[in-house]
């Protein structure tokens, strides 16, 4: 089947404890993004990746990194996690041939305390 | 620099009844559009998509939309709402030279009254 998994589905942390968010898809896409979801604000881009070793900030990277070591893996880290950083996040993929329609994962819901 | 406006946060109608949720963008090329659905608790899921074919969209559910690019609009409708389309519903812009860059609007939720 055809999909993009994200884990953990649901995380609660401290402030400063560095945590990884994985994102994997199996349909061979080239590209990959992170997104934030937050009420009255809709989803904002975190980063996103055109292939492999080729990533580019979104609209609000602050406090973020992500890697793309391989084409079906897009983690993304946070090192020094804060409050604000409270979020649903949703990774998604889309192939260079689809005019970017993006494939969603089920989201990670990450508490900061 | 693309961006996306959704009209209304939140909007009701009664079951049976015409739903409307509306999208404008504004983009220095011609865009591709899309409608995303999102139901409680799940991820994102495509409604339609227009990528500069036919202006008039069809998508899943009876969902269709249509793109005036006069009007930057691109407007969502179903002519006769069920329970099970209560949902938040996005509009997002992209623009075929930015690889993954996709812009969403703030997000409309849908509510069906029986």
């Known amino acids: 089947e055809a999909q993009v998994t994200q884990n953990p589905r649901y995380l609660i942390t401290v402030t400063g404890k560095k945590l990884t968010v994985t994102c994997s898809q199996n349909m061979n896409h080239e590209y990959m993004s992170w997104y934030r979801q937050d009420p009255g604000l809709g989803l904002r881009q975190i980063y996103y990746s055109m292939n492999v070793e080729v990533t580019d900030k979104g609209d609000v990277p602050e406090g973020y990194k992500v890697s793309r070591k391989e084409k079906r893996n897009f983690p993304l880290i946070l090192e020094s996690p804060s409050p604000n950083q409270t979020s649903l996040y949703f990774c998604?993929?889309?192939?260079?041939?689809?005019?970017?329609?993006?494939?969603f994962g089920p989201g990670t819901r990450l508490t900061v305390l | 620099a693309q961006s996306v406006t959704q009209l209304g946060s939140h909007v009701s109608v009664s079951e049976g009844a015409l739903v409307l949720l509306r999208c404008n963008y504004s983009s220095s090329v011609p865009p591709y559009l899309f409608w995303y659905v999102q139901y409680p608790n799940q991820g994102l899921q495509l409604l339609l998509k227009?990528?500069?074919?036919?202006?008039l969209v069809k998508g899943i559910n009876d969902f269709e939309a249509e793109f005036k690019k006069s009007e930057t609009s691109f407007h969502l409708t179903k002519p006769s709402a069920h329970m099970s389309d209560a949902a938040e519903y996005f509009c997002?812009?992209?623009?075929?030279?930015?690889?993954?860059?996709?812009?969403f609007g703030q997000g409309t939720e849908l509510s069906v009254k029986p």
């Open positions: 227009y990528t500069s074919a036919a202006t």
């Open positions: 997002a812009v992209s623009e075929d030279n930015q690889g993954g860059k996709l812009i």
């Open positions: 998604a993929s889309s192939s260079r041939s689809s005019h970017n329609t993006q494939y």
